[in-house]
């Protein structure tokens, strides 16, 4: 699986857009990009994924560059219950395990 | 609501006294797994089920047992726990596993402590 890189921690403002970017250069044609968050000691919550197509659902949007090297999370509206860890994962549909792997992600702290 | 269901939420124990950590979806998923997490050593994969009657171990297998007997669910069992099997547990799910991109659904997560 590519490896990824975030920022470790990034602050956003309630009731505005919070963009959480992630580098993935060395992304194959194959792989999806996963976002997943985790607040404080909960399970992970999947967020959204794609291949190449920016997608949306009710909890955020997903850009992904043209060039797939790279992507942002999109919260539009954060609130206080946003703040969490984010991590973005690069990952190919392989291997019967379908484990995942979390990296160090961002911590987004949604200030009042 | 869709959801992963774990019990007991919380739990303090004596070594070698078995337990058993139940996990539930009602997702009518196929795939199913459970994790360990740890300070400094994120989420390491203890076993998973790729479907009812098939199990297989991940990463961190040795001290656990699990079954699949039932689509649903998925326990996981500590014959003679350990003091360092204190962690957080989570069960997680998806539609199908193996080679495919469907994400997974994590359970709120068990803590044990294993005294």
């Known amino acids: 699986d590519a490896k990824t890189t975030q920022p470790p921690s990034m602050d956003c403002a309630e009731g505005r857009a919070a963009n959480l970017p992630c580098n993935h250069s060395t992304i194959s044609g194959n792989e999806y990009v996963y976002w997943y968050r985790q607040i404080h000691s909960q399970g992970p919550q999947y967020i959204i994924h794609?291949?190449?197509n920016n997608e949306t659902n009710e909890m955020a949007s997903l850009i992904i560059t043209e060039d797939r090297k790279s992507s942002t999370l999109i919260l539009p509206h954060a609130t206080l219950r946003d703040t969490a860890v984010y991590y973005c994962?690069?990952?190919?549909?392989?291997?019967?395990?379908?484990?995942?792997?979390f990296g160090t992600g961002t911590l987004l702290a949604v200030q009042p | 609501e869709a959801q992963v269901t774990q019990n007991p939420r919380y739990l303090i124990t004596v070594t070698g006294k078995k337990l058993t950590v139940t996990c539930s979806q009602n997702m009518n998923h196929e795939y199913m797994s459970w994790y360990r997490q740890d300070p400094g050593l994120g989420l390491r994969q203890i076993y998973y089920s790729m479907n009812v009657e098939v199990t297989d171990k991940g990463d961190v297998p040795e001290g656990y047992k699990v079954s699949r007997k039932e689509k649903r669910n998925f326990p996981l069992i500590l014959e003679s726990p350990s003091p360092n099997q204190t962690s957080l547990y989570f069960c997680?799910?998806?539609?199908?596993?193996?080679?495919?991109?469907?994400?997974?659904?994590f359970g709120d997560g068990t803590r044990l402590s294993i005294l």
């Open positions: 994962i690069v990952r190919a549909p392989r291997g019967a395990t379908n484990k995942l792997i």
């Open positions: 997680a799910s998806s539609a199908t596993g193996g080679y495919s991109n469907q994400p997974q659904h």
């Open positions: 794609g291949l190449k």
